[in-house]
């Protein structure tokens, strides 16, 4: 009896979530000029991504031994997965502006997660524009890799891009955690941010591999794009990186996404408030 309460419990607090992001994607279509401006600021802002694919797949052949063809498809992984995250959880990274601002102690007094609350603090409209940039060039990157498709490899990929965005709100949101106790660990997540779109549009190989092992095994960047990219392409993973972690490399988001939550439940534990 217990069990079914809890759950409808649940089912009712996700139905509130989706009305309160309902409701503010509304007040926000009410000023349409402001809507469109910011939807085509959130397409504009991945404009160097176009224009690298442009001048990849007209200038150059490939890239360490990929294809020009091969590099667009792990670019396109890695926009769409980071355009999933600024959708669904591109709010985390507002968490330490919010705690200082204290709207955090705000939101321990209702009775939704705070993680949620959060998440659910205003539509991220400039989403729709990224996620549309990123769609175009996603779908490029997978009719122009010659994939031999299937019902596997498809699944395989929508996991790629759903790991991939996991594997970002993991980064940002153990940062936002330390955040809480630690304000200027703030400054790094829009750094690592702009690290894991410079690099990993990059098949790895290419890099020295002090920076291979950085990127696979300290700041899992690899996880986003090239090890689905590898995998999907029947290629060799570049040296250190064994071949199981190429296969299982989609679930690594989720494996550290749910670290990441284990990590803000223990901050939100220690947090003591905004004059704490």
Not at 173 to 182: Q, W
Not at 220 to 229: D, G, K, R, T
């Amino acid at each position: 009896m217990v069990t079914t309460s809890t759950g409808l419990g649940a089912l009712a607090r996700w139905r509130l979530a989706v009305r309160i992001m309902r409701l503010d994607l509304r007040a926000q279509l009410e000023y349409r000029t402001e809507f469109c401006l910011t939807v085509l600021v959130g397409a504009v802002w991945q404009t160097s991504v176009i224009v690298f694919a442009t001048v990849l797949l007209t200038q150059f052949s490939g890239i360490g031994g990929w294809s020009s063809d091969q590099v667009l498809l792990i670019a396109g992984i890695q926009m769409f997965a980071h355009s999933v995250f600024v959708l669904f959880f591109g709010r985390i990274a507002h968490l330490p502006k919010l705690a200082q601002q204290g709207m955090l102690d705000v939101f321990l007094l209702r009775p939704l997660p705070v993680y949620r609350q959060v998440l659910l603090t205003g539509f991220p409209v400039n989403a729709i524009g990224d996620l549309s940039v990123a769609a175009a060039l996603f779908g490029g990157g997978v009719v122009r890799s010659h994939i031999d498709w299937s019902l596997a490899s498809a699944g395989y990929l929508a996991a790629a891009v759903a790991g991939g965005a996991l594997t970002e709100a993991a980064v940002v949101t153990a940062l936002s955690s330390a955040a809480l106790h630690y304000p200027a660990a703030s400054q790094w997540t829009a750094w690592l941010q702009e690290l894991i779109g410079t690099f990993g549009i990059y098949p790895l190989n290419i890099l020295p591999r002090t920076v291979r092992y950085l990127f696979t095994y300290l700041l899992p960047l690899a996880f986003v794009a090239y090890l689905p990219a590898t995998a999907l392409l029947d290629r060799r993973p570049a040296p250190g990186i064994p071949a199981w972690l190429v296969t299982v490399s989609p679930l690594a988001g989720l494996a550290l996404y749910a670290a990441s939550r284990r990590l803000w439940k223990l901050s939100l534990n220690r947090y003591t408030g905004v004059n704490g």
